[in-house]
């Protein structure tokens, strides 16, 4: 893996700098409504500023090698560095972290979820911001996994304090599901480590050195890094906590988990399990493959059994994500390649869709889809960005669900070599009635929210989009017409980073 080592500090600082807004928070008085807000939006601010300085420094004629590297001792007793950077694939998802605090903060100015405690609130955001970025920067195995268990602890507080009434029952469940999986994911983490001679966790080193681990153990290395993982995906049958969490977290959690918390399962994968171990990944892609379409029918059958909107749309994630592990699980780069597009498209959408779910329920004080519809004639603006997201979520072309869904669906036609393609075909069949499914849950859900007529008469004061709500939205909605008009605007970033990390299987 080539490396270019420059501006090393930047990426510490894009990570890091939400820790001084905390910082700042702490300090500033709780009752100082007014001031929390401007601390928290600054901080995202001037983050997201670092982010555009990133990518405008970025050598995209090199966007396969890792860029902005910084390595020293952390800890020497472990073996273990503090070694950052980013590559095509890393830095799409990194800015996504940024942009989506930043609207999320935005959003929240005028939406704070009650019981109101905007400190907190705003502090456990920031902490959660630290954790993704720096799980999509690590190169190193335990950096890594401080990291993705940094997220755990804010999510769980934001779901448990700030939920529904089922807030306790869906926090503890996400937090036991996801501690299990990391659990076996360190197990993985220190096998892997002593088996390719206890020198390094640094990821590079293990690309160079796992391919030589006895192919037996692999799979069973596999084995403990794809369960924490998929917990994290979720892939079916790791999926359960999910649904729960979504419906029961505020907007802001629900956006978070969606646009970023899931996708740090999918990167773990590409990143991490399939380049060191991959005799292993040759052996497990099959079952991936297959798990990942049960999860597409499965959770497009879940959507249309729901009554609940927010509960339909956190359905449609099991699906989604299908698609990209299905992409992730032929191990060429045409289907990689699609399954990053996929994770930041899946994010741009669904994370747009948690929000107009939040702006529902804050106007009809219901999230039943029954006593829902109407809403193009009360709340046309609102009414039609649903039906733009509805329309991107189903793939249609020309928006950025398109690019993330069918690339993966056509990747499954030539799997890498060593794969079965009789399988992966029957595959491709499955996952192309997904589509079917997911173009009946979504159109359905549209025409009962949105025709019709208004239901019950306490609405009156259903108001359209808000000024805040505008500000929050409109870099999501430009980013979902732009990538679908524009593909290669992401797929030329990418495309470099994949075919470095896919080398072991002719990438």
């Given at each position: 893996m080539q490396m270019i080592r420059d501006n090393n500090w930047v990426l510490s600082v894009g990570t890091f700098l939400p820790m001084l807004g905390v910082l700042v928070l702490l300090i500033t008085p709780k009752a100082n409504e007014a001031a929390i807000k401007m601390v928290a939006l600054l901080t995202s601010i001037a983050t997201v500023l670092v982010g555009v300085f990133t990518l405008v420094n970025f050598d995209f004629d090199q966007a396969g090698s890792m860029q902005f590297v910084a390595q020293t001792d952390w800890i020497p007793v472990i073996k273990s560095t503090y070694f950052i950077g980013v590559d095509g694939i890393s830095l799409p998802l990194y800015l996504l972290s940024m942009v989506v605090t930043l609207l999320v903060v935005i959003y929240s100015l005028d939406h704070i979820p009650s019981p109101g405690n905007p400190k907190a609130f705003f502090v456990l955001m920031l902490i959660l911001q630290t954790g993704m970025a720096g799980t999509f920067i690590a190169q190193d195995l335990i950096l890594f996994f401080v990291f993705f268990e940094l997220v755990l602890l804010p999510m769980y507080f934001m779901i448990g304090v700030w939920g529904g009434e089922q807030r306790q029952y869906a926090s503890l469940k996400f937090f036991l599901y996801t501690m299990f999986g990391s659990a076996l994911m360190l197990v993985a983490f220190l096998a892997i480590f002593f088996k390719t001679g206890a020198e390094s966790f640094a990821i590079p080193y293990l690309v160079e050195n796992g391919a030589g681990i006895a192919k037996n153990v692999q799979v069973w290395i596999f084995a403990g890094m794809f369960i924490g993982f998929a917990v994290k995906v979720p892939m079916f049958p790791f999926h359960t906590w999910l649904p729960d969490a979504h419906t029961q977290a505020p907007t802001q959690g629900s956006v978070i988990l969606a646009a970023i918390l899931l996708k740090l399962g999918t990167y773990g994968f590409v990143r991490i399990a399939i380049p060191t171990l991959p005799d292993a990944a040759i052996e497990w892609a099959p079952w991936i493959g297959g798990l990942a379409v049960i999860g597409i029918i499965?959770?497009?059958?879940?959507?249309?059994?729901?009554?609940d909107m927010k509960r339909l749309i956190a359905f449609s994630s099991v699906a989604h994500m299908g698609f990209v592990m299905l992409g992730i699980s032929t191990l060429t780069p045409f289907g990689v390649?699609?399954?990053?597009?996929?994770?930041?498209a899946h994010g741009l959408i669904t994370g747009m869709l948690f929000f107009i779910a939040g702006s529902v329920k804050e106007r009809y004080h219901t999230l039943e889809i029954s006593k829902l519809g109407g809403m193009l004639t009360q709340a046309p603006q609102l009414g039609w960005i649903l039906g733009l997201?509805?329309?991107?979520?189903?793939?249609?072309p020309g928006l950025a669900g398109f690019w993330g869904e069918f690339p993966a669906i056509l990747s499954a036609y030539n799997p890498a070599d060593g794969l079965n393609v009789t399988v992966f075909r029957t595959y491709m069949v499955i996952a192309a009635l997904g589509t079917v499914f997911a173009a009946a849950y979504l159109l359905w859900l549209y025409q009962r929210t949105a025709f019709g007529t208004p239901k019950g008469h306490d609405h009156h004061d259903v108001h359209d989009v808000n000024t805040y709500e505008w500000v929050a939205w409109m870099p999501l909605l430009i980013a979902i017409v732009a990538f679908g008009v524009a593909p290669n605007l992401l797929f030329s970033i990418i495309d470099p980073a994949v075919q470095e990390t896919l080398r072991a299987f002719g990438g």
């Amino acid at each position: 893996m080539q490396m270019i080592r420059d501006n090393n500090w930047v990426l510490s600082v894009g990570t890091f700098l939400p820790m001084l807004g905390v910082l700042v928070l702490l300090i500033t008085p709780k009752a100082n409504e007014a001031a929390i807000k401007m601390v928290a939006l600054l901080t995202s601010i001037a983050t997201v500023l670092v982010g555009v300085f990133t990518l405008v420094n970025f050598d995209f004629d090199q966007a396969g090698s890792m860029q902005f590297v910084a390595q020293t001792d952390w800890i020497p007793v472990i073996k273990s560095t503090y070694f950052i950077g980013v590559d095509g694939i890393s830095l799409p998802l990194y800015l996504l972290s940024m942009v989506v605090t930043l609207l999320v903060v935005i959003y929240s100015l005028d939406h704070i979820p009650s019981p109101g405690n905007p400190k907190a609130f705003f502090v456990l955001m920031l902490i959660l911001q630290t954790g993704m970025a720096g799980t999509f920067i690590a190169q190193d195995l335990i950096l890594f996994f401080v990291f993705f268990e940094l997220v755990l602890l804010p999510m769980y507080f934001m779901i448990g304090v700030w939920g529904g009434e089922q807030r306790q029952y869906a926090s503890l469940k996400f937090f036991l599901y996801t501690m299990f999986g990391s659990a076996l994911m360190l197990v993985a983490f220190l096998a892997i480590f002593f088996k390719t001679g206890a020198e390094s966790f640094a990821i590079p080193y293990l690309v160079e050195n796992g391919a030589g681990i006895a192919k037996n153990v692999q799979v069973w290395i596999f084995a403990g890094m794809f369960i924490g993982f998929a917990v994290k995906v979720p892939m079916f049958p790791f999926h359960t906590w999910l649904p729960d969490a979504h419906t029961q977290a505020p907007t802001q959690g629900s956006v978070i988990l969606a646009a970023i918390l899931l996708k740090l399962g999918t990167y773990g994968f590409v990143r991490i399990a399939i380049p060191t171990l991959p005799d292993a990944a040759i052996e497990w892609a099959p079952w991936i493959g297959g798990l990942a379409v049960i999860g597409i029918i499965y959770g497009a059958l879940g959507c249309l059994a729901q009554t609940d909107m927010k509960r339909l749309i956190a359905f449609s994630s099991v699906a989604h994500m299908g698609f990209v592990m299905l992409g992730i699980s032929t191990l060429t780069p045409f289907g990689v390649n699609a399954a990053v597009f996929g994770m930041v498209a899946h994010g741009l959408i669904t994370g747009m869709l948690f929000f107009i779910a939040g702006s529902v329920k804050e106007r009809y004080h219901t999230l039943e889809i029954s006593k829902l519809g109407g809403m193009l004639t009360q709340a046309p603006q609102l009414g039609w960005i649903l039906g733009l997201c509805s329309m991107a979520s189903l793939g249609l072309p020309g928006l950025a669900g398109f690019w993330g869904e069918f690339p993966a669906i056509l990747s499954a036609y030539n799997p890498a070599d060593g794969l079965n393609v009789t399988v992966f075909r029957t595959y491709m069949v499955i996952a192309a009635l997904g589509t079917v499914f997911a173009a009946a849950y979504l159109l359905w859900l549209y025409q009962r929210t949105a025709f019709g007529t208004p239901k019950g008469h306490d609405h009156h004061d259903v108001h359209d989009v808000n000024t805040y709500e505008w500000v929050a939205w409109m870099p999501l909605l430009i980013a979902i017409v732009a990538f679908g008009v524009a593909p290669n605007l992401l797929f030329s970033i990418i495309d470099p980073a994949v075919q470095e990390t896919l080398r072991a299987f002719g990438g």
